[in-house]
């Protein structure tokens, strides 16, 4: 038998958080919940089913769960998000798992996540397929979340499975926070990552990710909700291409004005 801390992130989580917690709070025995600064009713809703809030500023997805496992009181840990939710059948397989013998540390398991875009599920959202399966319960003392500022992930010597049952990934509940986070990721990623400055191969990549994220992908069939999806594949795939464009105008702008300056002086 042993014993599993549920590390829980939060922000303006209130929507669903009436649905993510007790499920999580029946298989934790410790629970960690890390806000970045929510102003709606988050904090109190966490207060009324009696969990303790801890106040992080955001920087990085990955960097926030892993401050919220360092708090955590035992090595084995659940990490989840505030849009997940966890059905009977996985949350039976977390307590039989506990009750039986303490697994070796280098063991670790994949949640089986279901993606739904503007409440309906989707098949595919750029640039994951649903179901997809990240790793989500482990030991920390053989694995942490990466650092990439999109779509982390569990690194470690990691033996996995995957568990039975469903999660329900209730993503981009509006066309606001669609378009709003889509805004966000390719400014972290131009930011952290280095992207080519190209107006032409942002263009080209936006054409690619419209034919395999809408076309090929089926999402066409999926009417309003599958269009979201196509046009946010789309944007994506060509906005970070040009925020690292204009980023690179700038610097030579700047640059040319400093080199000026100089001169002139």
């Known amino acids: 038998m042993f014993k599993v801390s549920v590390c829980l992130l939060t922000y303006?989580?209130?929507r669903l958080l009436r649905e993510v917690l007790p499920p999580?709070?029946?298989?934790?025995?410790?629970?960690v919940v890390v806000d970045s600064g929510s102003t709606d009713a988050t904090l109190d809703i966490c207060r009324d089913y009696g969990v303790n809030v801890h106040q992080r500023p955001y920087d990085m997805h990955g960097q926030q769960m892993n401050y919220a496992i360092r708090l955590a009181a035992h090595d084995w840990v659940l990490c989840m998000d505030s849009d997940e939710i966890l059905d009977d059948r996985v949350v039976?397989?977390?307590?039989?798992?506990?009750?039986?013998?303490e697994p070796l540390r280098d063991h670790a398991w994949r949640l089986?996540?279901?993606?739904?875009v503007l409440g309906q599920e989707v098949r595919t959202l750029y640039p994951i397929s649903s179901p997809d399966f990240p790793v989500r319960l482990f030991n920390r003392q053989c694995a942490r979340f990466?650092?990439?500022?999109?779509?982390?992930?569990?690194?470690?010597?990691?033996?996995?499975a995957k568990m039975p049952g469903r999660v329900r990934h209730d993503t981009f509940y509006t066309l606001h926070e669609m378009f709003n986070k889509l805004n966000g990721y390719t400014t972290r990623l131009v930011k952290y990552n280095p992207v080519r400055p190209s107006i032409t191969r942002g263009i080209i990549s936006a054409i690619g990710a419209f034919f395999k994220w809408y076309v090929f992908s089926g999402a066409w069939r999926e009417g309003k909700v599958g269009a979201a999806t196509g046009l946010y594949a789309t944007l994506y795939s060509f906005m970070k291409y040009f925020k690292a464009w204009y980023a690179h105008a700038e610097e030579k702008s700047s640059a040319r004005t400093k080199e000026h300056n100089k001169r002139v002086v």
Do not use: E, M
């Open 24 to 31: 999580l709070i029946i298989v934790a025995d410790d629970f």
């Open 92 to 101: 039976d397989f977390i307590l039989k798992l506990k009750a039986g013998h």
């Open 12 to 14: 303006n989580s209130a």
């Open 146 to 160: 990466n650092d990439r500022p999109v779509d982390d992930q569990v690194v470690g010597a990691l033996t996995c």
């Open 112 to 116: 089986p996540r279901y993606w739904y």
